[in-house]
């Protein structure tokens, strides 16, 4: 297999090739549409001015075709009747049609530069045959010839060709040199990429990378490191979360399984028994409520194939949440104030929106002190809609507001163990909110109440 730096050369080496025969070909193409009629017409004036001067002057035409051809041109004259000169540099076809030297006798001018045939690889600047020339009649001493010129390209573009086909050669060589120390420079940074999901494959999530480049391949390792340092905390939560289960369902199993032993081996008596039973009956609730969650939570990140989604009316999804309520806020004596548009509408999972309202006002009954309130505003803006739940309760302190919606986090350990909390209800709630593309933030100071802001966007209505 191939590596990826090889695969660049080849692929560079591939494009210089291609590169230069479109080139050519273009450059060949223009030649053909542009430039022969151009060099055929110029041609024809250069033989013009050789025949004015042969006929001016009939006794001088050798010596002066010979300095022409000196001068870088390729020279044939005939009589049509087996007398041929040449001049200058042979040939190196000499495919003249017999027609073409009569009718140039006859007193046509011959175009054969300007008719040369189009061929995709052969420039006819540069085909050096008798039928790629010129013609034009001559009348000197009583006699009608046929002169036939072309540039001899050898003697006028020799060394100028040479120099640029070095140059050509010269480019070609330093180029791939610069593209095998660039393409080096550029595939490194890759194999370390590539080092480093092995390393991640491996369970080794503390990647260094070099970041310093600025460009989309310092922009991926920096993502990379990102991602890196994102596997290892979510790895590392979920370690913590296996812990966490494992310790949640060990401690309530341990009290069943202490107390179930206790009164089937001691004689207790009912007041004692009773008290024991309730305690297994109370760990045996929490245990219940605990598998539910984690079951809902396992369906929650299914992602939206768990919602089922309708449109329902905001204000009465939140009344029938306070309803079920009711009873704890009677029993702490806690005043709930709804400020919620009967107008506004949701898109959304009921069920799962419903728990999110009874999870955050359960939430405030429970922390509160009685004789406290709680409101619940809503509001449809632009292109979101905001729902606030806030108390005025005591607050929770600063540096338990970022781990709120972690699983199995509580502020008070100890208290809400006893309660039976699980610490999954605000994970619960946030999942539900951003399966609904929404988010969840909580606000709180101490001695001044919290304050949770849910924001849903509108697009989904």
Do not use: C
Request: glycine share 8%.
């Amino acid at each position: 297999m191939k590596s990826l730096y090889v695969r660049v050369v080849l692929l560079s080496i591939a494009v210089i090739l291609v590169s230069s025969m479109l080139g050519f070909l273009v450059s060949n193409l223009y030649y053909h549409m542009k430039l022969k009629s151009y060099n055929d017409e110029k041609l024809v004036g250069i033989a013009e001015q050789m025949k004015s001067f042969i006929e001016a002057q009939p006794a001088g035409m050798d010596r002066y075709l010979n300095n022409a051809a000196a001068l870088g041109y390729e020279i044939y004259v005939t009589d049509g009747h087996g007398e041929k000169r040449f001049y200058g540099r042979s040939f190196r076809e000499q495919d003249l049609d017999e027609e073409a030297a009569r009718k140039v006798l006859g007193g046509d001018v011959y175009h054969g530069v300007a008719h040369f045939p189009n061929k995709p690889f052969i420039t006819g600047f540069f085909d050096n045959r008798l039928s790629n020339t010129v013609g034009v009649p001559i009348q000197t001493g009583g006699q009608s010839y046929a002169l036939f010129m072309r540039p001899d390209v050898l003697l006028q573009f020799g060394e100028l060709r040479t120099f640029f086909a070095w140059v050509g050669l010269a480019t070609v060589i330093i180029s791939l040199l610069f593209f095998l120390v660039s393409t080096r420079y550029l595939v490194k940074p890759i194999t370390r990429l590539t080092e480093a999901t092995k390393r991640i494959a491996q369970g080794h999530y503390n990647l260094r990378l070099p970041a310093k480049r600025r460009d989309e391949i310092g922009q991926l390792a920096v993502h990379f490191m990102t991602m890196g340092k994102e596997l290892e905390r979510v790895d590392q939560t979920r370690q913590q979360f296996v812990s966490n289960v494992s310790h949640e369902i060990q401690s309530p199993l341990t009290s069943i399984q202490g107390f179930a032993a206790i009164l089937g081996e001691q004689e207790l008596s009912g007041e004692e028994r009773k008290h024991y039973a309730d305690i297994i009956e109370a760990e045996s609730r929490h245990l219940s409520i605990l598998s539910k969650q984690l079951l809902l939570l396992s369906s929650l990140e299914q992602g939206e194939e768990a919602l089922s989604k309708k449109p329902f009316a905001l204000y009465k999804s939140i009344r029938q949440a306070a309803q079920m309520l009711q009873w704890q806020l009677e029993e702490k004596e806690l005043l709930l104030k709804l400020s919620v548009p009967d107008s506004i509408t949701i898109y959304g999972d009921e069920v799962l929106l419903q728990q999110v309202w009874m999870n955050l006002l359960g939430n405030a009954a429970k922390h509160i002190p009685a004789g406290r309130s709680i409101e619940v505003r809503a509001e449809q803006l632009a292109s979101r809609i905001v729902i606030v739940v806030e108390d005025t309760g005591d607050g929770i302190a600063p540096e338990h507001l970022p781990y709120l919606f972690d699983r199995f986090y509580r502020v008070d350990r100890a208290r809400e163990r006893a309660s039976g909390s699980t610490g999954l209800g605000l994970a619960i709630v946030k999942r539900i909110v951003q399966l609904h593309e929404g988010s969840i933030e909580a606000e709180s100071s101490p001695s001044e109440g919290t304050r949770f802001t849910v924001t849903l966007p509108l697009s989904q209505l």
